[in-house]
Nanobody, 114 residues
């Protein structure tokens, strides 16, 4: 059974940083490209960063240069470092495959506010 467990969110002031973690189980993690997604209230869930099996990364323009995605295949973990946070980054953040996603986890709330 696939499990995706996100953690590390919280309340942070503009300009602050957070590191999100995603623990995975139930599938061969190293076989898949992974992504971080976010969903703000009233909006659809969109991918913000992806990392290929080999480690190459891609970002949407709005987070490029501020967010960094990484993975640890031995630990079956994927991470998202969030720097220079802005109020518009406020959302629930999820991890999943970069396509044909598994059932979604509970996500982790990131709130950027002064």
């Amino acid at each position: 059974q696939v499990q995706l467990v996100e953690s590390g969110g919280g309340l942070v002031q503009p300009g602050g940083s957070l590191r999100l973690s995603c623990a995975t189980s139930g599938f061969t993690f190293s076989d898949y490209a992974m992504g971080w997604y976010r969903q703000a209230p009233g909006k659809q869930r969109d991918m913000v960063a992806s990392i290929a099996k080999g480690g190459s990364t891609d970002y949407v323009a709005s987070v490029k240069g501020r967010f960094t995605i990484s993975r640890d295949n031995a630990k079956k973990m994927v991470y998202l470092q969030l720097n220079s946070l802005k109020p518009e980054d406020t959302a629930v953040y999820y991890c999943n495959k970069d396509s044909f996603p598994f059932t979604w986890g509970q996500g982790t709330q990131v709130t950027v506010s002064s």
